[in-house]
C-alpha cells in the first residue's frame, strides 16, 4: 500500500487518492510527495489523460506536513542542515510548480492540463498548500470541516508556496488573518474569504470536480500572465505601502519581537511581492529556512505539535484496559465543577452534577445553558445540539444518582475537612471501581486520598480556570495512586479534548509551583522600587502573556493572601517570602482584591476594565531613581520559574521533561517561542544558565541557587533534550 494511487477513467480523467497509511489524517512526507510528484509526471505524460483530480481517501484531506520529517533533514545534513532544509524545500516548490504548470508551454501559457482539488474535508497546512496549486478547489459543504494555514500557531509559516500564493491570489491584507493568526475557517467561509473556489454537496464533490476538468477550463494562474497586478497593490504602489507600513506595526505590536516566524513570514511576503512568482517561491525558501534553523522555531514545533500530539495520544500512560468514561459525577457545580460538567457534555459523557442546594446545582447547569446560547448567537451551534447536551446533565443534591458512575469529580471548597466529608458520601454509594479524583491546585492529594476507601482508586485532577477554555489538565498521582486511576484519568482527559499532564503529589504539583514564584518576584520587585511598568513589560517583551502584577490581578489578591498563610502555616522557619506578604497583605487590607473588586495592581473603571496601573501604588512603595536594566528583569522572572520546573524533575515531581514544557505553556503561558522552562534552558545552554545562577543568587539570594542537577549538567556540557528525551530513554 502507498499513500498516493491514481486511476484513469474511461473519459480520460486521472484521479489521485490520498490516504496515508496507518493514519487517521493525512500527511505528507518525504516519501509521500516523492510518490506524487511521480504520479503527476505520469499523468502528465500520457496523452489518454485530459485532466486530474486530487482528492483524499478519507474524511478529511490532509492535516499538513509531518514535521518530523524536518527535524530528520536537519540533522541528515551534517554540517551544512541550512543547505538541506533549503534544497528540501525547494524540491517541493518545484513538484508544485509543475502541477501549477501542468506541463503549460513557458512561453505561450498553451496547453496543459486542467487540474482540480477535491476537498472532502479539513485541508490544513501542506494540505491547502497542495490545492493553492491547483488550477480548482472544491470544497465538500461539511461545516466541521477546517480550511486554513496554521503552520504560525506551532513558530513557523508556510512554506510549501502558501505564503506566497496566498498572497498573490487575495492581497496581503486579506490573507494576513490566514496568514499571520492562523485563522481557519469552514468551507462556506473559505469560499467567502476566495481561499477556495466552490462549495458543493458532500455526495457530489467528484462529480463536479470532474465535471470543470472535462470543461476544457482556462488553467493559467492570474501572476503567470502579462500585466498581473496584486490585489490591495504591491509594496510600492500607494495602497499597497500602507498596507505593509500597517503589517508591520501590528506583527510587532503583537509578537513584541520575540516570536521570529512572524517577521520572516511578513519579510517573505514584502519582498516577494517585488519580484516575479518564481523568484518569490525562493525568497518564501530562504526564510522558510532561516525560520527553520531558528532554535525557537525547533523548540515550538517540539513542544507544540510533537510533544503535545504525544502526550494527548497516551505515550505515559500505564498498562491498563479501556478507560473510557460512560458517566462522571462532578461535586460541587461552583466555577470549577459548572465548567468540568460542561467540556464533559460536549464530549457526550452522562453528567450528575451535585450541589448541597437544587438551586445551586441548577445555577451550575445554567453555565452550560449559557455557554450552548452563545455558541448559537455565533452560529457554531444549534437548538438540537444544545438540547442534547442540556440533556447529558442531571444536577441534583441527590448522591444517589451517582450509582452508574465510573468516574467521580469533586470540586467543593478548598478544604481537607469538606473534602473528606464528601469523598464519604460518594463512596457509600458508587461501586468499588468507581475512580475519585478530587480537583484541587494546592491540597495534597496523598493526604486527601485518606479518606478514600481505596487510595489506589484516588487521584488529582487539576483543571485550570476557566475550564472550558484552558487546554491544560493536571494530572497529580498520590503516593498510593494505582495505575488504573491514572489511566482513568488519562482516557478521560483526552476524551474531553485537552491535554494532560501527569505529576507526583508534591507541594502546588507542577504548574504552581512554578508559576507563584513568577507572581512573587513580580511582587518582591515592586518592594524593591523597581516601576511597576518595567515589572509588567518585561515580562510581555520577554513572551509572558501577561505581567505578574497583572496576573495577581486576575487570580485574585485574596486567593494569594490565602496561599501564603497556608503555605508559611506549613514551613514555619523556612519560609522565603515575608517580602513579598508586604506587598500582598497591604493590598489586601486596602480591600484591593484584584478584577474581582475592580482594584488591585491596576485600577479598573466601574465596567471592570483596566485603566493602567494604580498610581497610589508608588506611595507605598516609591520607585527607585536607578533601576535594573531590562535583562535582570526579565532574567529574574524567568529564572524564578524554570529553576521551579529543574527541581521538579530533581525531585520526581516531573517524570517527563516534555510534560513540563507542554505543561508551562498551556497552563500558564510560559513564553511559548521558547518551547517551555526545558528548551528554553537548552537554547541559552546549561553552562550560561548555570553562571547566570550564580549571579542571581550573589545578587538576590538563594531563592536563584543553582540546582544540583543543572549543574551537574553545566559540568558536563549536557542539555536536558538530550539527557532526558523521549528519544534519550528510548536508548
Not at 407 to 425: R, W
Not at 518 to 547: D, Q, S, T, W
Request: hydrophobic share 45%; with cysteine.
Amino acid at each position: 500500500m502507498t499513500d498516493f494511487t491514481m486511476t484513469t477513467d474511461a473519459d480520460g480523467v486521472a484521479t489521485i487518492v490520498w490516504d496515508t497509511v496507518g493514519k487517521s489524517m493525512n500527511v505528507m512526507s518525504r516519501d509521500s510527495m516523492g510518490l506524487l510528484s511521480d504520479l503527476l509526471d505520469s499523468a502528465l505524460a500520457d496523452e489518454a489523460v485530459k485532466g486530474i483530480i486530487i482528492t483524499s481517501g478519507k474524511d478529511s484531506f490532509a492535516g499538513g506536513m509531518d514535521l518530523n520529517v524536518l527535524a530528520s533533514i536537519r540533522d541528515e545534513s551534517g554540517d551544512n542542515p541550512a543547505q538541506g532544509l533549503f534544497d528540501f524545500t525547494m524540491n517541493g516548490h518545484h513538484m508544485l510548480r509543475k502541477l501549477e504548470r501542468a506541463g503549460m508551454d513557458p512561453k505561450t501559457n498553451k496547453g496543459g492540463k486542467p487540474i482540480a482539488a477535491a476537498l472532502p474535508g479539513t485541508a490544513l497546512g501542506i494540505g491547502l498548500e497542495v490545492p493553492l496549486a491547483c488550477h480548482r478547489i472544491f470544497a465538500a459543504d461539511n461545516p466541521k470541516a477546517k480550511i486554513g494555514l496554521p503552520e504560525i500557531m506551532v513558530g513557523i509559516f508556510p512554506g510549501a508556496g502558501g505564503t506566497t500564493r496566498l498572497v498573490r491570489k487575495l492581497g496581503a491584507m486579506a490573507a494576513s488573518p490566514l496568514l499571520l493568526e492562523g485563522k481557519l475557517n469552514n468551507p462556506q467561509k473559505a469560499k467567502a474569504a476566495g481561499v477556495i473556489d466552490e462549495v458543493v454537496p458532500a455526495d457530489e464533490l467528484l462529480a463536479k470536480a470532474k465535471e470543470w476538468v472535462l470543461s476544457e477550463p482556462k488553467i493559467v494562474k492570474p501572476w503567470d500572465e502579462k500585466g498581473y497586478k496584486m490585489p490591495g497593490g504591491a509594496p510600492y504602489h500607494p495602497a499597497g505601502f500602507m498596507t505593509y507600513v500597517g503589517a508591520s506595526a501590528m506583527v510587532n505590536g503583537k509578537t513584541q519581537g520575540v516570536y521570529p516566524a512572524a517577521k520572516a513570514l511578513l519579510s517573505a511576503v514584502y519582498e516577494g511581492a517585488l519580484v516575479p512568482f518564481d523568484q518569490a517561491l525562493k525568497i518564501e525558501a530562504r526564510w522558510f529556512t532561516h525560520i527553520l534553523m531558528n532554535p525557537s522555531s525547533s523548540a515550538m514545533i517540539r513542544s507544540l505539535f510533537i510533544n503535545k500530539e504525544a502526550l494527548e495520544k497516551g505515550a505515559n500512560r500505564p498498562e491498563a484496559p479501556d478507560q473510557k468514561v460512560k458517566q462522571v459525577g462532578v461535586i460541587g457545580a461552583g466555577m470549577m465543577g459548572a465548567g468540568i460538567a460542561l467540556v464533559s457534555a460536549l464530549a457526550g459523557i452522562k453528567v450528575v452534577l451535585i450541589d448541597s442546594t437544587q438551586e445551586a446545582a441548577d445555577k451550575g447547569k445554567s453555565y452550560t445553558t449559557a455557554y450552548m446560547d452563545k455558541g448559537i448567537s455565533r452560529k457554531k451551534a444549534t437548538e438540537e445540539k444544545k438540547a442534547a447536551v442540556l440533556d447529558l446533565i442531571n444536577a441534583t443534591t441527590d448522591y444517589d444518582a451517582l450509582k452508574g458512575c465510573d468516574l467521580i469529580i469533586e470540586a467543593v471548597f478548598e478544604d481537607v475537612g469538606v473534602k473528606a466529608d464528601v469523598t464519604a458520601k460518594v463512596q457509600a454509594v458508587t461501586g468499588p471501581d468507581c475512580i475519585f479524583a478530587t480537583n484541587t491546585s494546592t491540597l495534597p492529594i496523598t493526604e486527601l486520598a485518606k479518606a478514600a476507601a481505596d487510595p489506589e482508586k484516588f487521584i488529582g485532577i487539576h483543571f485550570f480556570s476557566p475550564v472550558d477554555k484552558m487546554l491544560l489538565v493536571e494530572i497529580i498521582k498520590g503516593k498510593q495512586t494505582g495505575p488504573v486511576a491514572v489511566a482513568k484519568a488519562l482516557d478521560y482527559v483526552r476524551q474531553i479534548r485537552k491535554t494532560p499532564i501527569v505529576v507526583n503529589d508534591e507541594r502546588f504539583f507542577y504548574a504552581n509551583r512554578c508559576i507563584i514564584p513568577y507572581i512573587n518576584e513580580g511582587i518582591r520587585m515592586v518592594k524593591e522600587g523597581v516601576a511597576p511598568a518595567l515589572i509588567e513589560n518585561a515580562a510581555k517583551l520577554v513572551g509572558m502573556p501577561l505581567g505578574p502584577l497583572q496576573l495577581t490581578d486576575e487570580t485574585s489578591i485574596d486567593l494569594g493572601v490565602k496561599i501564603a498563610k497556608a503555605t508559611k502555616a506549613a514551613m514555619g522557619d523556612a519560609y522565603p517570602n515575608a517580602e513579598v506578604d508586604d506587598v500582598l497583605f497591604w493590598m489586601f487590607d486596602e480591600g484591593r482584591l484584584g478584577r474581582k473588586s475592580n482594584a488591585g495592581f491596576y485600577a479598573y473603571d466601574d465596567k471592570g476594565k483596566r485603566q493602567g496601573l494604580w498610581d497610589a501604588l508608588g506611595a507605598r512603595y516609591p520607585v527607585a531613581g536607578a533601576q535594573p536594566d531590562l535583562i535582570t528583569v526579565q532574567h529574574r522572572l524567568l529564572f524564578a520559574q524554570v529553576l521551579e520546573a529543574v527541581r521538579a524533575l530533581e525531585e520526581g515531581v516531573l517524570e517527563d521533561i516534555r510534560e513540563g514544557d507542554v505543561g508551562a505553556i498551556l497552563g500558564w503561558g510560559f513564553a511559548p517561542w521558547s518551547g517551555g522552562p526545558f528548551s528554553w534552558l537548552d537554547i541559552i545552554g546549561a553552562p550560561y544558565a548555570a553562571e547566570r545562577c550564580d549571579q542571581l543568587t550573589e545578587q538576590f539570594g538563594e531563592r536563584f541557587k543553582t540546582p544540583d542537577l543543572l549543574r551537574e549538567m553545566a559540568d558536563k556540557g549536557q542539555s536536558f533534550y538530550k539527557r532526558f528525551g523521549a528519544d534519550a530513554k528510548a536508548a
